[in-house]
């Protein structure tokens, strides 16, 4: 007897789910699951909405790992039946979480992770949502490799300008030198109000190049 295509669609859909109990779940936030790949050296995440498409995060995850700040996407995979899935590099032998029990990164983490979210700027990508969750670290030398990229976005010039100003005085006030983040934002800022969109970039890029400067001890 022929099956009807809805019953075939149940069954696929059985099979799918009992196969998620199966898997090892390595981490999991408001958005994804993550979980061991059959792949070795890889993970995947998994969306928990049916709406959430993971293409444009993995085109973004993409681009950050070609400048070698965040894991390498192998693949991604979509289905108008069940959640899309990218699956990525495992990077847990060499990095994990920061031991500091503080929601947001501090000190020298801030000033590293500030540097890669302004060289992101100067791609035109925003990535937002930094917490603890979203960042690994080095386990010798402390370099930040950011994961998680749902909240991330392309930026119009001047959110470019004060965004890479944003995170630059953010870096400096890791470091310790606030007050001359403060003047960077405010002067971008009266640039962007006064409609001098490339003035005010060339500031921002002046003041995050000051940042990249910085260098922190190797791990903090």
């Known amino acids: ?88 590099q495992d990077i847990r032998t060499n990095f994990e979480k920061s031991p500091s029990n503080l929601q947001w990164p501090t000190g020298n983490n801030a000033v590293r992770v500030n540097q890669q979210l302004g060289q992101l700027a100067l791609k035109g990508i925003r990535l937002e949502d930094r917490h603890a969750g979203n960042v690994l670290y080095n386990k010798m030398t402390g370099r930040p490799m950011q994961i998680d990229f749902g909240v991330a976005d392309r930026m119009s010039p001047d959110q470019q300008a004060a965004y890479l100003a944003d995170v630059t005085a953010e870096g400096f006030k890791a470091a310790g030198i606030g007050e001359l983040g403060d003047i960077l934002r405010a002067t971008v800022v009266d640039y962007l109000e006064g409609g001098q969109v490339k003035e005010a970039m060339d500031i921002a890029k002046q003041g995050f190049s000051r940042l990249q400067k910085i260098k922190t001890p190797l791990a903090s």
């Not at 085109?59 to 995979?77: C, K, N, W």
């Open 1 to 88: 007897m022929r099956r009807k295509a809805g019953d075939l669609i149940a069954e696929m859909l059985r099979q799918v789910e009992e196969t998620k109990s199966q898997r090892k779940i390595v981490g999991s936030g408001e958005y994804g699951v993550v979980y061991e790949s059959n792949t070795p050296g890889n993970v995947i995440k998994e969306a928990r909405d049916l709406d959430e498409d993971l293409t444009k995060e993995a085109d973004f995850q993409s681009i950050a790992a070609d400048m070698g700040i965040a894991p390498r996407v192998s693949s991604v995979t979509t289905s108008p039946f069940y959640s899309d899935s990218l699956e990525m």
